[in-house]
């Protein structure tokens, strides 16, 4: 009895690797695909989330404005840039809770306590590197500032500019705080960009 034996044509081997190659390039595509949604993604975070952090100190800092009892000078100033940058200038003063413990013994915590703050928010210009920032900078008002911390000063290098708007009852302007105006804003509102993305609040 003769047995027939049945092997791969040419052509079949042929398409059979023709086949292979399709699929291996298919998972090859979306692989790529994958990593470069993952570096994007990673790209974003490290722009943003300093962004956020930026926004939100600012956010609670417009939230905490204060006029300081006995200031003559204006207790809100915001200007645009003077140097160019898109940005501003902003000077005005917070009342921020103190939660930290006493520092020795002879003191008691008391949680209606409180400290003034003199804060100061700027848009660098760009520097040798070419990269701007958002600095945020404090120091304590009149007297030793509750929580031990004399000053402190944040600087935000992933905003490339920032946007600030208040209203004085009837209109938003960009400007507050000259000639003799010693009122706060009755709100305020906040663009900041990052790159080409922008996040905004308003409070």
Request: hydrophobic share 50%; glycine share 6%; charged share 15%.
């Amino acid at each position: 009895m003769i047995r027939s034996r049945h092997a791969l044509t040419l052509i079949e081997l042929l398409v059979a690797m023709g086949i292979a190659v399709l699929l291996a390039a298919v998972v090859f595509a979306i692989y790529a695909g994958v990593l470069r949604t993952l570096d994007s993604q990673s790209r974003w975070r490290s722009a943003a989330y300093p962004a956020a952090a930026a926004l939100d100190a600012l956010t609670l800092d417009l939230a905490s404005a204060v006029i300081p009892w006995g200031t003559t000078n204006p207790p809100f100033v915001l200007t645009p840039s003077l140097d160019g940058a898109d940005g501003i200038k902003l000077h005005f003063f917070t009342a921020t809770p103190v939660s930290a413990a006493p520092r020795n013994a002879a003191q008691t915590r008391d949680v209606r306590a409180y400290a003034i703050r003199e804060m100061d928010y700027a848009l660098s210009a760009s520097n040798a590197a070419g990269t701007n920032g958002l600095i945020r900078a404090w120091q304590a008002f009149r007297i030793d500032d509750p929580a031990g911390i004399a000053s402190n000063r944040d600087i935000w290098g992933s905003v490339r500019a920032i946007r600030l708007e208040v209203f004085d009852g009837k209109n938003w302007t960009n400007t507050w705080g000259g000639g003799t105006n010693a009122l706060l804003p009755q709100a305020a509102r906040v663009m900041l960009t990052v790159g080409d993305e922008s996040v905004s609040r308003r409070t």
